[in-house]
């Protein structure tokens, strides 16, 4: 198994696209029930393998995530090729990132950027990244603090 298995609401809420996943694998109604009643092997296995091509599936259409502490933010471009991280912190420890708005922070905030190749599957690690705290976010989000780094280390000209 590559991520996890579905929750059973999960599951419930792909029923229809379930019964043609097992309809594809030679899994028809009356064969499913009766493997269901005797808590065969195969039951698992099966969900497993749904579960990792539904997951795969979604996890390929993820772009964008973010993860706040009180002490920092970190967002997440997730490339074909590379992810790109944008951090923000403050020097000043009496602001919090959860509750304080950016416009608190004035002059108190160290932004950096970052990337790197995917060391694993580019889904396995967006999929790590939202197991660790991470929240989907959209392009317009990333983009923003992309400006405020990019504006961050422009020099000043007179």
């Known amino acids: 198994m590559k991520y996890r298995s579905l929750t059973d609401e999960e599951l419930n809420e792909l029923e ?4 043609h996943f097992l309809i594809t694998n030679n899994v028809y109604t009356e064969e499913w ?4 009643k005797k808590k065969d092997v195969r039951v698992q296995e099966l969900v497993d393998l749904f579960s990792d091509l539904v997951l795969d599936k ?12 009180a002490s920092d933010i970190k967002a997440f471009g997730c490339f074909e090729n590379e992810m790109v991280l944008i951090g923000i912190t403050s020097s000043n420890n009496e602001l919090d990132f959860t509750k304080n708005s950016l416009a608190d922070f004035n002059d108190d905030l160290d932004i950096f ?7 694993e599957d580019r ?5 790590q990244l939202l197991e660790s705290g ?8 990333f983009k ?7 504006y961050s280390t422009k020099s000043i000209k007179n």
């Open 134 to 141: 991470c929240s989907i976010i959209d392009e317009e989000r």
């Open 123 to 127: 889904e396995e690690e967006v999929f």
């Open 58 to 69: 979604a996890l390929k259409n993820i772009n964008y995530l973010e993860h706040i502490t």
């Open 113 to 119: 950027k970052t990337s790197k190749g995917y060391s």
């Open 33 to 36: 029930e009766e493997l269901n």
């Open 16 to 19: 229809t696209e379930f019964k």
């Open 144 to 150: 923003k603090l992309e400006l405020a780094y990019t």
